[in-house]
């Protein structure tokens, strides 16, 4: 395991026009990056997020989102223990996740900590995000409902653990999830609508269809069933083995699933009998799938992720380098996101070619949550990942819905909990390894159409042909960037301001500025804001070393509407006189309006 250590930084709470310095022990040259995060970088307010464990009831394991394909590391956060748990994501850029030291996170758009909430035994359910309240189970017997700001709402006592099984939410705010051996249907309210009970430990996460009349779950009874909305018994489907993976619906309610003692990921149609079974090599499938317009992908203990027709004929396989329990996650353009137990993360294109892959400091069993234009992902290294995609020129004023920030310390409302004073850890790694040269393992031949009948079989015969290799194409990445949590704002709310530097600064010394360009043209200096003069000398520094993530402050906006620049400028040292902004070799900004 990759040793992590914890760094302390303090928060920093102010209204832009107040007078008082910022202390900082960063260089002058860190002083530079406080802005807002960049709106080419991370989600708006208004963009897709990922609020549950595949992040839809449905468990498809899938978005519209286009994922990275150009990917920059951002941020990491290390919390006590390992992190199992998949992490949700709401439109205000806050993740959510789960850890196994028994504390509940809530973490802003840099990866700062906004709160968080314990509980008194680990942690292996991942949240669901509703309208007002984020649910999640524990193995203390509970679910949880609590506020945007880490205080409980209320909570349900289920009398037995809620390990792996993660809630699913309904259109009406239903809470679904398993705890051995009952499915429990929760009210919005807290109270319980109904209760089903399987013949063993239930760890499945229940799928439900778009209008939650159909809920499905498996069991450790080699059994899936299918309940109806007063959780009644619809059918059962009867496999060898146990199940442990959440079924994943497709758009017609056939039901794909993995089974761990016969080794077999099943297909079911709608009415409970099965369509297709593909046998993987006499290994545990604990993966739930992910669905795709024509294929479902499944990740295995054989150290495979695989890719199937839904007829169930194999497209393609890749192997990685030891087990898979995460589940694939698939962007919009088809590329799909797993975790291997050989600490890596990996992205492939849609014919099953590497495009990048990411290393971490332990096995990966999470499951990768996919933004608009950024990706997360826990680590057994303790740690939650952060990735953007890369962009050349970020987009300077988009239209954004501004979403308040949540407080830094919560309130929790009684019960015997306690909020602990768990610090982020920045410790920015390498960007991720991209990857030219794919390896496809074991791809048979592609159909262009897949039969419309499926042939049912006990193992579909594979015929296996090599595809060409694809050679993605890398985007260069700028040197570095102003990050902005919110391009558009209201006044009151709370900023998170962060600077990302991607290639090392060599050479001679230079001066450095971090400015505010207000919207009457009055420039201030980032930490004293006090009027600044570019041609009075700055600090000096020499070099800085890249890749470098440095968060750095949290600011109040002040009731002032306009548009403000927020700016790092990068000067020779050699230049005796500045008499323009384009004297300066290195000129990065990003912009924010206030209502």
């Known amino acids: 395991m990759k040793a992590t250590g914890s760094s302390r930084r303090p928060d920093r709470v102010r209204k832009l026009n107040s007078p008082r310095f910022f202390s900082s022990t960063l260089v002058v040259m860190l002083a530079a990056v406080i802005g807002l995060l960049a709106t080419g970088y991370l989600q708006d307010a208004c963009a897709t997020i990922w609020p549950m464990f595949r992040n839809n009831e449905s468990r498809q394991g899938k978005t519209d989102a286009p994922g990275l394909t150009n990917p920059v590391f951002i941020w990491s956060y290390t919390t006590g223990a390992q992190l199992y ?16 030291d028994s504390h509940f996170y809530g973490l802003d758009s840099i990866g700062a900590l906004a709160w968080s909430y314990r509980m008194t035994d680990v ?55 398993g705890s051995d051996p009952m499915l429990y249907s929760i009210n919005s309210d807290g109270a319980l609508a109904w209760s089903y009970e ?13 209008n939650a009349d159909k809920v499905y779950i498996g069991s450790d009874d080699n059994t899936l069933y299918r309940l109806n909305a007063a959780g009644g018994l619809v059918w059962s489907y009867d496999a060898a083995g146990n199940i442990s993976s959440a079924p994943a619906l497709s758009s017609t309610d056939t039901v794909y699933v993995g089974s761990i003692g016969d080794s077999n990921f099943y297909s079911i149609n709608s009415d409970g009998s099965l369509a297709w079974s593909y046998l993987i090599d006499m290994t545990v499938v604990v993966s739930s799938a992910a669905v795709g317009t024509d294929t479902v992908y499944i990740g295995s203990d054989d150290n495979n992720l695989y890719s199937l027709w839904q007829d169930g004929r194999l497209y393609w396989s890749f192997t990685t380098g030891d087990f898979i329990v995460s589940s ?47 990706l997360y992902i826990g680590s057994s290294d303790n740690s939650l990942y952060a990735f953007a995609q890369a962009t050349d020129t970020p987009t300077e004023t988009p239209t ?12 929790i409302t009684p019960t015997p909990t306690e909020t602990p004073t768990q610090t982020p850890t920045r410790t920015p790694t390498d960007t991720p390894t991209i990857t030219n040269t794919p390896t496809i393992t074991n791809t048979p031949t592609i159909t262009s159409t897949p039969t419309n009948t499926p042939t049912i079989t006990t193992t579909p015969t594979i015929t296996s042909t090599v595809l060409p290799p694809e050679t993605p194409t890398s985007t260069p990445l700028p040197t570095a960037m102003v990050l ?98 384009s004297q300066a070799f290195l000129d990065v900004s990003s912009f924010v309006t206030v209502q």
């Open 85 to 100: 748990t998949s992490p949700s994501l709401d439109s205000a850029q806050t993740t959510y996740i789960g850890s196994r």
């Open 400 to 411: 954004v819905t501004p979403t308040a920030t949540p407080t830094d310390t919560p309130t």
């Open 484 to 581: 902005v949590s919110n391009p558009v704002v209201n006044p009151g709310s709370t900023l998170t301001i962060g600077f990302l530097l991607t290639k090392t600064i060599t050479g001679p010394p230079f001066n450095a500025w971090a400015i505010i360009i207000q919207p009457n043209g009055v420039v201030l200096d980032m930490f004293t804001l006090k009027p600044v003069n570019l041609k009075k000398p700055d600090a000096k520094a020499r070099g800085l070393l890249a890749p470098l993530f440095a968060p750095i402050l949290r600011a109040i906006v002040p009731n002032a509407p306009g548009r403000y620049e927020f700016a790092v400028l990068f000067f020779d040292q050699n230049i005796k006189t500045i008499k323009s902004r």
């Open 328 to 374: 694939p996650a698939l962007s919009g353009t088809d590329s799909v996101y797993i975790g291997s137990a050989d600490n890596n993360l990996y992205c492939l294109s849609s014919t099953g070619a590497l495009v990048w892959s990411y290393e971490t400091g332990n096995a990966v069993e999470s499951s990768a949550a996919i933004g608009t234009d950024t």
């Open 198 to 210: 399987a013949a063993e430990i239930i760890a499945s996460s229940p799928a439900l269809s778009a």
């Open 123 to 177: 942690i292996l359910s991942s949240a669901a995000i509703g309208t007002d309240s984020i649910y999640v189970g524990s193995d203390d017997n509970i679910l949880y409902s609590l506020n945007a700001a880490g205080g409980l709402v209320w909570s349900y006592d289920t009398a037995t653990a809620i390990s792996y099984s993660s809630p699913a939410l309904s259109a009406t705010e239903t809470v679904y999830v």
